[in-house]
């Protein structure tokens, strides 16, 4: 049985900053999964994803660089182009192409003791795929795809259709602010968490970006401080990062806080360039030590 295992579409990116305007492949999956294959193999990995055929070499180059990928074909692989203005925090999209949903039967054979569902968009996965794959392991969630709804090539926020039903078999939930408040209808994020933990979710990850992140778990509240990091180059893939660090830390026993500063470390390196998370442990460690916050 693998510890984790990551469920999501691996996506073509365009992405466009104030400084560059570059091409690679993405996606919660792929920045999860690079971000937790960067560090020691502690914890059992394996990624479960969709692509079209004309994409597969995303797989093979992520194969090469150690990570168990089982892949299922897709007519389209998902398209997406970011636009970041000064602001890391604000982000427009666009979605080009759209890859097939995960089925039932995709997942039949996957096992794993957390599954972290990295959704892009807000019919990836149905409710009764997730429903399934609670009653096989715990679920972790990154709630920004089923907040998304594609029509033509506008990405337009909704609703979280059926969100009670899904949360309440949900143990841990990753949302920003923005989404935190499409999610709650409240804007405070102490009083959004408390909201969340009624409808059933055991660990909420509110991150809040240059202002750190907030977890509530087990009645009790966690201040995450940001990291400052050396330059502030491409924040793509950032959020899937922090997912990434904090179930790996957790996944060997760690405590919340312990958890959440580690991943808020992990967010600053990435932060300093474009791509996947590439640094190693140490480098992490040496963000802690250094303990300069925004």
Same mark, same amino acid.
């Given at each position: 049985?693998?510890?984790?295992?990551?469920?999501?579409?691996?996506? !073509?990116? !365009?992405?466009?900053? /104030?400084?560059?305007?570059?091409?690679?492949?993405?996606?919660? =999956?792929f920045y999860f999964s690079y971000?937790?294959?960067?560090? /020691?193999?502690?914890v059992p990995f394996r990624l479960i994803t969709k692509i079209g055929n004309e994409d597969i070499k995303a797989v093979e180059d992520m194969r090469r660089a150690g990570i168990d990928v089982e892949v299922y074909p897709s007519r389209h692989t998902v398209f997406f182009e970011n636009k970041y203005g000064e602001d890391q925090n604000d982000r427009t999209q666009?979605? &080009?192409? !759209?890859?097939?949903?995960? @089925?039932?039967?995709?997942?039949?054979?996957?096992?794993?003791?957390?599954?972290?569902?990295?959704?892009?968009l807000n019919d990836d996965l149905s409710p009764e795929v997730i429903r399934y794959l609670s009653a096989k392991g715990r679920i972790s969630i990154d709630a920004q795809g089923f907040l998304r709804k594609v029509e033509g090539e506008r990405v337009y926020p909704v609703d979280w259709q059926g969100k009670e039903e899904i949360l309440a078999c949900t143990h841990v939930l990753k949302v920003n602010e923005h989404e935190m408040e499409a999610i709650?209808?409240?804007?405070?994020?102490? @009083?959004?968490?408390?909201?969340?933990?009624?409808?059933?979710?055991?660990?909420?990850?509110?991150? &809040?970006? =240059?202002?750190? =992140?907030l977890i509530y778990a087990e009645g009790k509240f966690y201040e995450i401080p940001a990291y400052k990091p050396a330059d502030v180059v491409d924040a793509t893939g950032c959020g899937d990062t922090y997912s990434a660090g904090y179930l790996y830390c957790r996944s060997q026993g760690m405590g919340y806080e312990e958890a959440g500063k580690f991943a808020a470390a992990m967010c600053t390196l990435k &932060?300093?360039? =474009?791509?996947?998370?590439?640094?190693?442990?140490?480098?992490?460690?040496?963000?802690?030590?250094?303990?300069? @916050?925004?």
């Amino acid at each position: 049985m693998r510890a984790i295992c990551c469920i999501g579409h691996i996506t !073509k990116d !365009k992405i466009i900053t /104030p400084k560059h305007t570059v091409y690679m492949a993405g996606g919660t =999956s792929f920045y999860f999964s690079y971000g937790f294959n960067q560090l /020691p193999h502690k914890v059992p990995f394996r990624l479960i994803t969709k692509i079209g055929n004309e994409d597969i070499k995303a797989v093979e180059d992520m194969r090469r660089a150690g990570i168990d990928v089982e892949v299922y074909p897709s007519r389209h692989t998902v398209f997406f182009e970011n636009k970041y203005g000064e602001d890391q925090n604000d982000r427009t999209q666009r979605v &080009l192409a !759209k890859a097939d949903p995960f @089925t039932i039967g995709e997942l039949a054979e996957a096992e794993a003791e957390v599954f972290h569902i990295g959704s892009l968009l807000n019919d990836d996965l149905s409710p009764e795929v997730i429903r399934y794959l609670s009653a096989k392991g715990r679920i972790s969630i990154d709630a920004q795809g089923f907040l998304r709804k594609v029509e033509g090539e506008r990405v337009y926020p909704v609703d979280w259709q059926g969100k009670e039903e899904i949360l309440a078999c949900t143990h841990v939930l990753k949302v920003n602010e923005h989404e935190m408040e499409a999610i709650t209808g409240l804007t405070n994020p102490r @009083t959004a968490a408390l909201k969340l933990a009624e409808w059933g979710v055991k660990e909420s990850l509110i991150t &809040l970006g =240059s202002y750190g =992140s907030l977890i509530y778990a087990e009645g009790k509240f966690y201040e995450i401080p940001a990291y400052k990091p050396a330059d502030v180059v491409d924040a793509t893939g950032c959020g899937d990062t922090y997912s990434a660090g904090y179930l790996y830390c957790r996944s060997q026993g760690m405590g919340y806080e312990e958890a959440g500063k580690f991943a808020a470390a992990m967010c600053t390196l990435k &932060l300093e360039h =474009s791509g996947a998370f590439d640094k190693g442990i140490e480098d992490v460690r040496r963000v802690l030590r250094t303990n300069v @916050t925004l």
